[in-house]
């Protein structure tokens, strides 16, 4: 079906951010990102793209392929950048997992100097508005780690719904071991400033 569905636009607005498809020539801005976050990334997503990046030759490469995955439609990484300044935020992520349903998976993180100022929140609201209106999503899930405060309050800020907690469930990189938690969002459960028309 994903071959049937419209043009995606490759970019959008909020407030205060530019959320857009990473394109060729991001790899010094990608390479900087990475090695910002990386003590982060290692505590809560070891396998996050940005932490098998370890120059900015191999981050060049890394957008471009996250480029192509965007025009196959096989996944869509957002990169978050505050319009006042063009700085990179953080990044969402859109797995599509059922096409026919359709059913996506949203992931996302924000950047270590950025943190506490909503730009997360604000950045997958749009996204999620994004796949309900464009994409015509009936559901969105996410999973995170049980130990991530930050990313749990995003997900309840954004109207997710807890569906689930699998219980130690994963090793983290530095040894830990935690569990995950499951959220769900139906087109139902949308806050109404977020509520698309009728399909």
Request: aromatic share 12%; net charge negative; with cysteine.
């Given at each position: 079906m994903k071959t049937m569905l419209v043009d995606i636009p490759t970019g959008f607005e909020t407030e205060r951010l530019l959320l857009r498809c990473y394109r060729p020539g991001d790899g010094a801005l990608y390479f900087a990102a990475s090695q910002r976050n990386r003590a982060h990334l290692a505590r809560y997503e070891s396998g996050n793209v940005l932490m098998g990046i370890?120059?900015?030759?191999?981050?060049?490469?890394?957008?471009?392929?996250?480029?192509?995955?965007?025009?196959?439609?096989?996944?869509?990484?957002?990169?978050?950048?505050?319009?006042?300044?063009?700085?990179?935020?953080?990044?969402?992520?859109?797995?599509?997992?059922?096409?026919?349903?359709?059913?996506?998976?949203?992931?996302?993180?924000?950047?270590?100097?950025?943190?506490?100022?909503?730009?997360?929140?604000?950045?997958?609201?749009?996204?999620?508005?994004?796949?309900?209106?464009?994409?015509?999503?009936?559901?969105?899930?996410?999973?995170?780690?049980?130990?991530?405060?930050?990313?749990?309050?995003?997900?309840?800020?954004?109207?997710m719904v807890l569906e689930g907690h699998l219980r130690e469930n994963k090793r983290s990189a530095d040894g830990a071991i935690t569990g995950t938690l499951c959220y769900g969002l139906l087109r139902s459960d949308l806050p109404k400033d977020l509520q698309p028309g009728p399909l």
């Open positions: 370890h120059s900015e030759e191999e981050a060049e490469a890394a957008v471009r392929q996250l480029q192509a995955a965007w025009a196959a439609r096989d996944c869509f990484f957002l990169g978050v950048f505050e319009q006042a300044t063009g700085d990179w935020v953080g990044q969402v992520y859109v797995g599509p997992t059922d096409w026919d349903l359709p059913e996506f998976e949203i992931g996302y993180v924000a950047d270590v100097a950025y943190e506490g100022r909503g730009y997360i929140t604000e950045a997958v609201r749009a996204t999620l508005q994004f796949l309900f209106e464009q994409l015509h999503a009936r559901r969105v899930s996410l999973r995170c780690d049980d130990t991530n405060v930050r990313s749990r309050r995003v997900a309840e800020r954004c109207g």
